[in-house]
């Protein structure tokens, strides 16, 4: 597996071969992680994985100084999973200059849902990835839909700019008890790990209750709220799969629902979602 740590040196690299699966990451891998890596190897010649923790999209400091990072553990998983090159890019290469002041911005998308309580995070996202794109030179990316609106956003950003690569949305993953599947999961103790649980048991008994009671909104609202109980919720609704608006008439909504929760546990974030036709 080749390390790159320059743009210049990723571009090369790039220019060499037009056939480039891309995974973007923070690093600290879990399967999750892996299991794009995988769908990357099966659909292109080679496979890049970048390890980069962005401070353009922390709006917390200190969830950006406590993120975990493992440099020499997530580059022995990504070689034996046969990936073809490693971008692991400085904070220097890549904002030589400081963060920019340019932003990219969909007002509507960014104010809902993790957007509405991370102001200048999906800024932060979009800028990163758009300039990941242009060093790697992928025809497809590829992100997990745990962070489901950060994936509209950049299949957006994509299409709007032209830019010329397939943004490729895969399945949540989740541990063997339900969790999803999460970096931040490691600074949950035993207790607080149980604790999480209740964010996949409500959100996956809101998806078995949504064929049932689809008439009746407000009651699969209230539920979902009583099970998550008593957990800190940031959010936690029945949302349009398409807008995110929240939906206050299912008649309207065509052709998914997205189940969307954001909640802490141990001051941790933690989000999931699942969804529903």
Known sequence: MRIIETKAEMLAYAAADHDIGFVPTMGYLHEGHLSLVRRAKAE???????????PAQFN???????????????????????????????????????VPLLTLRYEALMGRLCGAFRPGHFEGVLLIVHNLFM??????????????????????????LELPVDVVGCPLVRESDGLALSSRNVRLSATGRKEALKISQALLKAKRDFSR???????????????????????ASFYDAHTLE????????????????????????????????
Not at 225 to 231: C, E, F, G, V, Y
């Open 44 to 54: 292109n010649k080679k496979v890049v994985v970048s390890i980069f923790v962005n």
């Open 60 to 98: 917390d400091p200190a969830d950006f100084e406590k993120y975990p990072v493992d440099i020499a553990h997530d580059a022995g998983l990504l070689k034996a999973e046969g990936v073809d090159a490693l971008f692991l890019p400085s904070r220097q290469e890549v904002y030589p200059h400081g």
């Open 135 to 160: 060093w790697v030179k992928p025809a497809r990316a590829y992100f997990g839909l745990k962070d489901y609106q950060q994936y509209l956003l950049i299949q957006k950003m994509a299409r709007d």
């Open 213 to 235: 009671y689809t008439q009746n909104l407000p009651f699969l609202k209230k539920q979902l709220t009583t099970d998550l109980a008593p957990l800190q919720v940031e959010y």
């Open 246 to 277: 929240e939906i206050e008439d299912f008649s309207k909504v065509k052709p998914q629902v997205l189940i969307a929760v954001a909640a802490f546990v141990e001051g941790v974030r933690l989000i999931d979602n699942v969804l529903v036709t």
